[in-house]
């Protein structure tokens, strides 16, 4: 079966910090990656999608940035943290052709 | 670009009343799915609608998809305090892209 592994699950780090988040995904091939945000008590906002490794579609501008060096692993990085990126961030996961996402657990990220 | 929107952001229920929340994109969708998120929980798949003015039900749950494929709707009868939680409907918006974007969601309590 397939499952996501997404950490760590709460980090609280100071701006200007660097950020590095990891999520992986075990038991399919080739899956499409998503990073999305979330502010509290908000929705679901897309920063990121892969259809493959190396390929990133950035949906917002900001001071992150994703890589996809394997192909069920997806990276969040910034190199500066700003108190705006406070937030939960959702890796989820979905076969290709439209289907359902599957999410992470999520990271509790807050920048003090 | 693509935007979902729901309605209302809140709804607060007396337990036993019934519930729906509206979804709307700006742009036509291939399919509709919708998600639960607890409190403190990430979202899960609850169900995907293809075909338009597509009806299904599960349990007290009752799934629409409009006939133009750009609108939905979630109606849960009987409310119950294990409904609790934020409704997300989600789409792709045509065929071939891969880009899942989220509604802005409804957060759903129950008054015992």
Partial sequence: SQTIHQWPATLVQPVGSPLSLECTVEGTSNPNLYW???AAGRGLQLL?????????SSEVPQNLSASRPQDRQ???SSKKLLLSD???YLCAWSVREWAEAFFG????LTVV | GQQVMQIPQYQHVQEGEDFTTYCNSSTTLSNIQWYKQRPGGHPVFLIQLVKSGEVKKQKRLTFQ????????SLHITATQTTDVGTYFCAGYPNFGN???TFGTGT????IP
């Fill in chain 1, 74 to 76: 997806f990276i969040l």
């Fill in chain 1, 48 to 56: 990121f999608y892969s259809v493959g490794i190396g390929q990133i």
């Fill in chain 2, 65 to 72: 998809f409009g006939e133009a494929k750009k609108n939905s």
């Fill in chain 1, 105 to 108: 657990q999520g990271t509790r």
């Fill in chain 2, 98 to 100: 891969e880009k899942l």
């Fill in chain 1, 86 to 88: 406070s937030g939960f």
């Fill in chain 2, 107 to 110: 957060r759903l309590t129950i």
């Fill in chain 1, 36 to 38: 999305y945000r979330q």
